[in-house]
């Protein structure tokens, strides 16, 4: 039976588990009002990709020049997720308008893979395998895809709750998808091997899981968009804990990702945008630190281990990045 920590639901002390603030960085992107999101680093070139969902486009950064560069896209394409793989292709979801694509930065020139059902127009967020096939999710058409990259292949998997709204998704170390199911109280997870998709339920019914992050422990870590909270579900006992985040029941978090330190950073996007993270380990909150341009929306991060870097896009047309700083010695967990 799941069990759920109700004292976990106690406001904690803010007590710091980073010794210095993040330090942040922030490049006004030249095109205007294009919201650029969903960063990623190429390893190879140290371009930043991003999409510029309004614009119809995929850009890139380079940090230490400071110089852009986009790639344009057919009007109305509404590129919403990006991931880069080994060989440097770009591989985007075109959320408008059914299809994920993949993108040669060396001609521009672009693959396109259409959703195999007309009804699914809207490939969302997008994750590798250990094998390098791409899972992805899409909100309106109620699913969860698997891309098989070298056969084209594209499977679907439906979810059975109606307007479930397939958002967050990533990989645990044993190559299964983990799915946040954005319009319900529920997180999903598929077999690969069998293709099956398996629901549950969070206990709050108001919960409203968002983005999600997996620490190294295969825990699930989800922010409850609505409520303010940030959940963790442990696969192996079905136990759910949630601690209310620092800024409270408005905090509206919504990018997350994990360090390797094993804390996770949550964007709260109350105004202006705030930088908070959880150690997974003593499940104590640092202080806030605010995105210096406000933010507008932080919608979804990526982390950097070589460089402890968090890439970040924001609604006021900004790339950033917040380098991490010295780990405090750990202390005991707040009760």
Not at 189 to 204: C, G, H, K, N, S
Not at 291 to 296: A, K, Y
């Given at each position: 039976?799941?069990?759920?920590?109700?004292?976990?639901?106690?406001?904690?002390?803010?007590?710091?588990?980073?010794?210095?603030?993040?330090?942040?960085?922030?490049?006004?992107?030249?095109?205007?009002?294009?919201?650029?999101?969903?960063?990623?680093?190429?390893?190879?070139?140290?371009?930043?990709?991003?999409?510029?969902?309004?614009?119809?486009?995929?850009?890139?950064?380079?940090?230490?020049?400071?110089?852009?560069?986009?790639?344009?896209?057919d009007p109305r394409?509404?590129?919403?997720?990006?991931?880069?793989?080994?060989?440097?292709?770009?591989?985007?979801?075109?959320?408008?308008?059914?299809?994920?694509?993949?993108?040669?930065?060396?001609?521009?020139?672009?693959?396109?893979?259409?959703?195999?059902?007309?009804?699914?127009?809207?490939?969302?967020?997008?994750?590798?395998?250990?094998?390098?096939?791409?899972?992805?999710?899409?909100?309106?058409?109620?699913?969860?895809?698997?891309?098989?990259?070298?056969?084209?292949?594209?499977?679907?998997?439906?979810?059975?709750?109606?307007?479930?709204?397939?958002?967050?998704?990533?990989?645990?170390?044993?190559?299964?998808?983990?799915?946040?199911?954005?319009?319900?109280?529920?997180?999903?997870?598929?077999?690969?091997?069998?293709?099956?998709?398996?629901?549950?339920?969070?206990?709050?019914?108001?919960?409203?899981?968002?983005?999600?992050?997996?620490?190294?422990?295969?825990?699930?870590?989800?922010?409850?968009?609505?409520?303010?909270?940030?959940?963790?579900?442990?696969?192996?006992?079905?136990?759910?804990?949630e601690w209310q985040?620092?800024?409270?029941?408005?905090?509206?978090?919504?990018?997350?990702?994990?360090?390797?330190?094993?804390?996770?950073?949550?964007?709260?996007?109350?105004?202006?945008?705030?930088?908070?993270?959880?150690?997974?380990?003593?499940?104590?909150?640092?202080?806030?630190?605010?995105?210096?341009?406000?933010?507008?929306?932080?919608?979804?991060?990526?982390?950097?281990?070589?460089?402890?870097?968090?890439?970040?896009?924001?609604?006021?047309?900004?790339?950033?990045?917040?380098?991490?700083?010295?780990?405090?010695?750990?202390?005991?967990?707040?009760?």
């Amino acid at each position: 039976m799941k069990t759920f920590a109700l004292a976990s639901l106690v406001a904690l002390a803010v007590v710091p588990v980073v010794d210095k603030p993040p330090v942040f960085k922030e490049w006004k992107v030249p095109w205007e009002r294009t919201r650029p999101r969903d960063p990623y680093l190429d390893q190879t070139t140290g371009r930043i990709y991003f999409c510029g969902q309004t614009g119809d486009y995929i850009g890139y950064l380079v940090p230490e020049t400071g110089e852009f560069k986009k790639f344009d896209l057919d009007p109305r394409t509404g590129p919403h997720n990006l991931i880069v793989d080994r060989s440097g292709f770009v591989w985007f979801s075109g959320n408008l308008a059914g299809f994920i694509g993949r993108l040669d930065p060396r001609d521009g020139s672009i693959k396109k893979y259409p959703m195999p059902d007309p009804a699914v127009r809207d490939p969302h967020t997008m994750v590798f395998d250990r094998n390098g096939d791409i899972w992805f999710s899409a909100q309106a058409g109620n699913v969860v895809g698997k891309l098989t990259v070298s056969t084209g292949r594209i499977q679907l998997v439906r979810v059975p709750t109606e307007s479930a709204r397939p958002y967050g998704i990533k990989m645990d170390s044993k190559g299964h998808p983990w799915v946040m199911l954005f319009g319900t109280n529920k997180i999903a997870t598929v077999d690969p091997a069998t293709m099956q998709l398996r629901e549950i339920t969070l206990p709050r019914p108001e919960t409203r899981p968002r983005r999600m992050e997996i620490t190294s422990d295969d825990k699930i870590w989800y922010g409850d968009y609505d409520g303010g909270k940030l959940g963790r579900y442990d696969p192996a006992t079905g136990k759910i804990d949630e601690w209310q985040l620092p800024g409270g029941a408005d905090a509206r978090p919504y990018a997350i990702v994990r360090d390797d330190q094993d804390r996770i950073w949550v964007a709260e996007t109350s105004q202006p945008n705030k930088f908070v993270a959880f150690d997974s380990k003593t499940l104590q909150f640092s202080e806030e630190t605010p995105v210096p341009s406000g933010g507008g929306t932080v919608r979804h991060m990526v982390y950097d281990p070589v460089t402890r870097t968090i890439w970040f896009g924001t609604d006021v047309n900004t790339i950033g990045k917040a380098v991490l700083q010295e780990v405090s010695t750990p202390s005991k967990p707040v009760p």
